[in-house]
């Protein structure tokens, strides 16, 4: 089979899939190709440049990356972000004791993969800043090429985290080895029409549930619990499951102690997620210790490391169910929601506005039925 180059892959889409012309994506695409034709030239370590893809959701940042992964004849990986850290803690976790672990993991790195590709890039807790200045510089220097996408330029991230100069490093790194790209064609296209599948509903409390059907249909035929499931360490109350679905409310899966790992193993376990009870979300922005709301850090951070100002009172839970609709959007799960406002209402205000954005963006083109296929 021929292997298309990432640009190659970028023209047939745009000539015989549909896709609209957009000249910030052929020049995205011209900066993965000229990345991919040395790595594929063989170029030494350190003369290969990687690609920061940054720019407003639904632009075609992940697409593009994923052309360039797919084309790559080089040992590579592909993850989200989150995904990412979470094996970065757990091998910090077991170097414990053992001297410049970031060099060593960063070696091991380099021994598996010339090419790791992150999609979403977004840093806002101080355990993962604090790695990552000095990792992404490790990885640099063992010849490891980055390609990534984000919704943030390299200055803007982590912008206003407490102690930020302990990432600055990771911004003067990605600055040196990689192409920073902005791609904004003015265009979210994931929002181009396409077949309606709800998978939203407004509900008033005297109305029934309209998750209860939803429920029915997609586990028909398998035995149904209302038995609490596992999930990581805990046991998370559930409404109803079955063996490919489940059904929780927010507050069950959004308001408790829950980790990005625990996302990604429910996404692991099941094909369709519901998740009921939303409540609106928004509130007004007041001083306090920042909610992490997902408890992956293994990294031992001093008193206060986690302060920041103006934190709204939902934005714990909030930062839960942003966790929630990444993974399952990443995996392809499609998720069932039912809440008290309408989707674009949901969250107006609060610490996480910015990156809701990306999260309204995905529960948008959830409501795709070529969303999960």
């Known amino acids: 089979m021929t292997v298309l180059s990432p640009l190659e892959a970028w023209q047939q889409a745009?000539?015989?899939?549909?896709?609209?012309?957009?000249?910030?994506?052929?020049?995205?695409?011209?900066?993965?190709?000229?990345?991919?034709?040395?790595?594929?030239?063989g170029k030494r370590s350190g003369a290969v440049k990687g690609v920061y893809l940054w720019g407003p959701v639904g632009r075609g940042k992940t697409w593009l990356m994923d052309r360039f992964y797919d084309s790559l004849q080089v040992p590579a990986r592909r993850q989200h972000f989150h995904?990412?850290?979470?094996?970065?803690?757990?091998?910090?976790?077991?170097?414990?004791?053992?001297?410049?672990?970031?060099?060593?993991?960063?070696?091991?790195?380099?021994?598996?993969?010339?090419?790791?590709?992150?999609?979403?890039?977004?840093?806002?807790?101080?355990?993962?800043?604090?790695?990552?200045?000095?990792?992404?510089?490790?990885?640099?220097?063992?010849?490891v090429v980055?390609?990534?996408?984000?919704?943030?330029?390299?200055?803007?991230?982590?912008?206003?985290?407490?102690?930020?100069?302990?990432?600055?490093?990771?911004?003067?790194a990605i600055n040196h080895f990689m192409e920073v790209v902005s791609l904004d064609g003015g265009e979210d296209h994931r929002l181009h029409p396409?077949?309606?599948?709800?998978?939203?509903?407004?509900?008033?409390?005297?109305?029934?549930?309209?998750?209860?059907?939803?429920?029915?249909?997609?586990?028909?035929?398998?035995s149904v619990s209302t038995q609490p499931v596992p999930l990581g360490r805990r046991h998370v109350p559930v409404v109803r499951?079955?063996?490919?679905?489940?059904?929780?409310?927010?507050?069950?899966?959004?308001?408790?102690?829950?980790?990005?790992?625990?996302f990604i193993e429910l996404c692991d376990r099941y094909t369709a997620v519901l998740l009921s009870e939303v409540p609106a979300l928004s509130a007004p922005q007041r001083e306090g210790?920042?909610?992490?709301?997902?408890?992956?850090?293994?990294?031992?951070?001093?008193?206060?490391?986690?302060e920041l100002p103006q934190l709204s009172p939902y934005d714990d839970g909030v930062r839960r169910f942003i966790a929630l609709v990444d993974e399952c959007y990443d995996r392809k799960v499609p998720l069932?929601?039912?809440?008290?406002?309408?989707?674009?209402?949901?969250?107006?205000?609060?610490?996480?506005?910015?990156a809701y954005r990306r999260t309204l963006s995905r529960l948008q083109e959830m409501q795709l039925a070529r969303f999960g296929h």
């Open 14 to 41: 745009v000539d015989a899939q549909g896709f609209q012309p957009d000249e910030a994506q052929r020049n995205a695409a011209l900066h993965l190709q000229a990345c991919w034709q040395a790595l594929n030239d």
């Open 83 to 143: 995904h990412f850290m979470r094996w970065v803690h757990q091998r910090l976790f077991q170097l414990t004791g053992v001297a410049k672990p970031l060099q060593v993991l960063a070696r091991e790195l380099a021994q598996d993969v010339r090419v790791l590709c992150f999609d979403e890039l977004f840093v806002n807790d101080i355990g993962d800043a604090v790695i990552l200045g000095g990792l992404v510089r490790a990885m640099f220097d063992e010849g």
């Open 146 to 172: 980055l390609v990534c996408t984000s919704n943030q330029l390299p200055e803007q991230l982590y912008a206003t985290g407490h102690n930020r100069e302990r990432f600055v490093p990771a911004i003067t």
């Open 194 to 222: 396409g077949q309606a599948q709800q998978r939203y509903w407004v509900k008033a409390q005297t109305q029934p549930s309209a998750l209860v059907e939803v429920f029915e249909a997609l586990s028909s035929g398998e």
């Open 241 to 262: 499951s079955s063996r490919t679905v489940i059904w929780c409310r927010y507050a069950d899966l959004c308001e408790q102690p829950l980790a990005a790992m625990d």
């Open 289 to 306: 210790r920042i909610a992490r709301g997902t408890e992956d850090g293994v990294e031992q951070v001093t008193a206060g490391d986690r």
């Open 336 to 354: 069932y929601i039912e809440a008290a406002m309408p989707m674009a209402e949901l969250y107006t205000e609060g610490y996480l506005a910015f």
